[in-house]
């Protein structure tokens, strides 16, 4: 993305204009005490939407005991606040008990400031934020190059089915969010902003001597190639064949016999056994 000219420039000088904001209102409503804003260094992204739009956020707490608790506080704040060319809205919460909180908000352009007050608390918190604003210009996406091609993957491998040997995420390619109509954005759901194909983690590609037989199923040239490093897969003997090949193999297969070694032997419950669990018969 490019910077937009003297776009970060005008959004600091409006942040330095919001502190002194707060400042003169802090030294109006609570002059016994100077607010100790806190400014990040860098602003928030507040919009996800191309062209995303930054945002300074700016706040103090003023400290006090308890029983110094000033119900008249935001009364004045919204009135100094009109008084300045604000639009002044107040809110209400939990009225009439013990932790009643009465917020004051005022709005001029693009500018917004809060002064929050709470019975049971002698203090009081400022806050405000600047406009928001485009700091870069957006670029369209290009999609990268893929790290394997079925020309440069090494011998022993196989490109990976996941990404097609993008090696990048194929959901988000690379970028680890995806397009989102309400958010702007949303966080990728196939690798979860890690960016990288979750299946090679962005080798591009496989190692045929790694791959389970269930694995290698999935690539033609693999399927007649048995593997000597996998056991073979116990099969459902009530499943169907896989394939044609597998029900042909199956018919002409043999059926073991029970291999008698003695004709008298046949029907003896007891053969093969020997004392104690065969029965002694005596002598005649």
Known sequence: MAEIEGARQELDRAAEWLCAELHRLAAQLTPAQDPDLYLPSDPF????????????????????????YDATLATRAASLLTSAGWQVTDDVTDAGSDTELTTVTADRDGFRVRVRIQRGYGGGVYSGQTPAMALYTPEPFVRPDPVRTPETVRGGYVLCDECDGLGWCPVCEGRGWCPNEQHGRERCPECYKDRLCPICQGAGELEIAHLPAWKRDQYPELRAVASRFDPPVPRDPGSSPRSMEDADQAKAAPVPKERVTDEHERGDPWRGCRPPCRPQTNPT
């Open 45 to 68: 992204i507040v919009d996800w939407h191309e062209p995303l739009l930054y945002q300074y956020h700016a706040t103090a707490r003023i400290e006090h005991p308890t029983e110094h």
